[in-house]
């Protein structure tokens, strides 16, 4: 079984930081990529940040220049810093890993953590 639990939300002002945590733990066997998600109330859900096992990282347009995604492979834990955050930055984060076992990928997801930005 895998778990991912996030940390990190809440309430902040529009041009404020936060830095979403996610912690992983059960049986990873091999981490293909690492991300985050959010979803705000009436829209898709979209990629936020995501890292491959390599390092190679990918923001969305929205994000990019602002947000910076990092991980700690020996904790297996991902991190999000969120800066110069905006009222359109309002959602729920949601934290994933994919896992690559015998060639087939599987993916797992937190239960979310809510980020309010306020102006």
């Known amino acids: 079984q895998v778990q991912l639990v996030e940390s990190g939300g809440g309430l902040v002002q529009a041009g404020g930081s936060l830095r979403l945590s996610c912690a992983v733990s059960g049986n990873i066997f091999s981490i293909n990529a690492m991300g985050w998600y959010r979803q705000a109330p009436g829209k898709q859900r979209e990629l936020v940040a995501a890292?491959?096992?390599?390092?190679?990282?990918n923001y969305a347009d929205s994000v990019k220049g602002r947000f910076i995604i990092s991980r700690d492979s020996a904790k297996n834990a991902v991190y999000l810093q969120m800066n110069s955050l905006k009222l359109e930055d309002t959602a729920t984060y949601l934290c994933?890993?994919?896992?690559?076992?015998?060639?087939?990928?599987?993916?797992?997801w937190g239960q979310g953590t809510q980020v309010t930005v306020s102006s």
């Open positions: 890292i491959t096992s390599g390092g190679r990282t």
């Open positions: 994933n890993v994919q896992l690559m076992i015998v060639g087939v990928k599987y993916d797992y």
